[in-house]
Nanobody
Framework: VQLQASGGGLVQPGGSLRLSCAAS??????MSWFRQAPGREREFVAH????????YHAHSVRGRFAISRDNAKSSVTLQMNSLKPDDTAIYYC????????????????????WGQGTQVTVSS
């Protein structure tokens, strides 16, 4: 499957952005967003299961970001509000087959597919 991320850009502190990730096929995938700032490791941001019933957000974004999905459109969205300069990074969407296996959703190595990334810059 191919993942296409979009929606990044430049925004002022306190502003909002909405990232989208479209999958090329509508198979059963659990999906996440990660981000990577210059000189830093890729870090987990948010995860949503195939059904959408379970959602998890990193502590640093909890209450500000929200992950959701539309399986009819094979897409996942990350709504980002109250953005801070520390949120500046390249944001990547990732997917793994929803095969019932146990996995650590915060680890990049748990995912089978990655999008190309979209730049988010928070600056005044």
């Amino acid at each position: 499957v191919q993942l296409q991320a979009s929606g990044g850009g430049l925004v002022q502190p306190g502003g909002s952005l909405r990232l989208s990730c479209a999958a090329s096929e509508g198979s059963r995938y659990a999906m996440s967003w990660f981000r990577q700032a210059p000189g830093r490791e890729r870090e987990f941001v948010a995860h949503i299961t195939w059904s959408g019933h379970n959602r998890y957000h990193a502590h640093s974004v909890r209450g500000r970001f929200a992950i959701s999905r539309d399986n009819a459109k094979s897409s996942v969205t990350l709504q980002m509000n109250s953005l801070k300069p520390d949120d500046t990074a390249i944001y990547y969407c990732a997917a793994r087959d929803a095969n019932g296996d146990t996995y650590d959703y915060t680890r990049p190595g748990s995912y089978d597919y990655w999008g190309q990334g979209t730049q988010v810059t928070v600056s005044s």
